[in-house]
C-alpha cells in the first residue's frame, strides 16, 4: 500500500481564495481524520470519519472551514475564503478502527500558505 | 494546565547517551500515542500501548497507567534519531487524540 496520501504538497493561495485539500486514505481503513499543525497550537483535530461518516468536527475553526468523504477512499478538506492565519501543515490520518487495536498512519501533510 | 503535558520540550545530548522523553496525561485514556516527526517531514506512529512496556529496535514505551504517566526510551542514541518526539492520548471512549506539545530532540554525533 502507498501509505495515506495527500495533496498538494504545498500550495500558496491569495487571501480569500478556496483552497482544497485533498487525502486519500489506506485502503480498508474505515477512519480518517483531518490535524492542523502550526508552531503556535501544535497538532489539534479538525474533524474525524468513522465509515464516511463525520463523527467529531469539534475542531473545526469556524463556517470557513468544510470537510467531506463521498466514499471510502477520498476526503477533501475545504476552506472558503481563506486568510492568512489559516497557514498550517495540514495532515490526514487513517487508521483501522477495530476495539483496542488500532493505530493511526497520517500523510506527508499539506504546507499550505496563505498570503 | 494541557491535558497532555511532555518534558523536556527540548533536549540536545551525544551520541551514544540514553535518552529520556516524560509524558504526564489528566484524562482517561484508551491508548497512548508515540509519534516521530523529522524537520519538514511527516509524521510517523512509533507505539500504541495500554499498559506496560513496548520495545521496537532501540526505542522503548513505558506507561503507568495509575500515575498517567509515560516514558519514551532511546537507547545507544544517533543522530538520524534526532527529531520531534510527540505523546497522544487517546481519550477513553472515542478516537480523538489529545496532542502533547512535542520534544525536539537533538543528537549530536
Known amino acids: 500500500d502507498a501509505g495515506v496520501i495527500q495533496s498538494p504538497r504545498h500550495e500558496v493561495t491569495e487571501m480569500g481564495q478556496e483552497v482544497t485539500l485533498r487525502c486519500k486514505p489506506i485502503?480498508?481503513?474505515?477512519?480518517l481524520f483531518w490535524y492542523r499543525q502550526t508552531m503556535m497550537r501544535g497538532l489539534e483535530l479538525l474533524i474525524y470519519?468513522?465509515?464516511?461518516?463525520?463523527?467529531?468536527d469539534s475542531g473545526m475553526p469556524e463556517d470557513r472551514f468544510s470537510a467531506k468523504m463521498p466514499n471510502a477512499s477520498f476526503s477533501t478538506l475545504k476552506i472558503q475564503p481563506s486568510e492568512p492565519r489559516d497557514s498550517a501543515v495540514y495532515f490526514c490520518?487513517?487508521?483501522?478502527?477495530?476495539?483496542?487495536?488500532?493505530?493511526?498512519?497520517f500523510g506527508s501533510g499539506t504546507r499550505l500558505t496563505v498570503v | 494546565k494541557n491535558e497532555v503535558e511532555q518534558s523536556p520540550q527540548n533536549l540536545t545530548a551525544q551520541e551514544g547517551e540514553f535518552i529520556t522523553i516524560n509524558c504526564s496525561y489528566s484524562v482517561g485514556i484508551s491508548a497512548l500515542h508515540w509519534l516521530q516527526q523529522h524537520p519538514g517531514g511527516g509524521i510517523v506512529s512509533l507505539f500504541m500501548?495500554?499498559?506496560g512496556k513496548k520495545k521496537h529496535g532501540r526505542l522503548i514505551a513505558t506507561i503507568n497507567i495509575q500515575e498517567k504517566h509515560s516514558s519514551l526510551h532511546i537507547t545507544a542514541s544517533h543522530p538520524r534519531d534526532s527529531a520531534v518526539y510527540i505523546c497522544a492520548a487517546q481519550l477513553q471512549g472515542a478516537q480523538k487524540l489529545v496532542f502533547g506539545q512535542g520534544t525536539r530532540l537533538t543528537i549530536n554525533p
Open positions: 485502503s480498508g481503513h474505515n477512519s
Open positions: 490520518a487513517s487508521s483501522l478502527f477495530v476495539e483496542s487495536n488500532y493505530g493511526y498512519t
Open positions: 500501548l495500554s499498559s
Open positions: 470519519f468513522n465509515n464516511n461518516v463525520p463523527i467529531d
